[in-house]
């Protein structure tokens, strides 16, 4: 079970790895975006392990996309998206003027939405 924290490439980001009293959490440090390895287990239809290790890969190796919400220029929030599209629209949609979103991969690359 990868255990710890991942530092992405460019050093911006940290994601922890805890398993607090038996329940894995998995999140981007100083932010409130998390999911628990029951989440993904549920959702993939895989055992909690598996699916923990294949979350981890898929941000690690730049299968998965992040998104980044900045209020007034400040980081806000990052979590893993399953549709950047739908949270690009949601965002222009429902989003202050004070807030911008950006997309990126595990390396600091840009991914245009």
């Known amino acids: 079970m990868p255990v710890g924290e991942y530092i992405s490439p460019d050093g911006q980001l940290r994601l922890l790895v805890i398993c607090p009293e038996g329940d894995w959490t998995l999140g981007f440090d100083g932010f409130p975006w998390h999911t628990h390895g029951s989440i993904l287990a549920s959702l993939s239809g895989k055992d909690e392990k598996t699916a923990i290790d294949d979350f981890v890969a898929d941000l690690t190796s730049g299968k998965s996309v992040i998104a980044m919400k900045r209020i007034n220029g400040s980081l806000a929030d990052v979590w893993v998206t399953d549709d950047p599209a739908d949270d690009l629209s949601s965002w222009q949609k ?12 595990w390396d600091g690359s840009a991914v245009k939405v």
């Open 94 to 105: 429902y989003g202050p003027d004070d807030e911008t979103m950006e997309f990126r991969l």
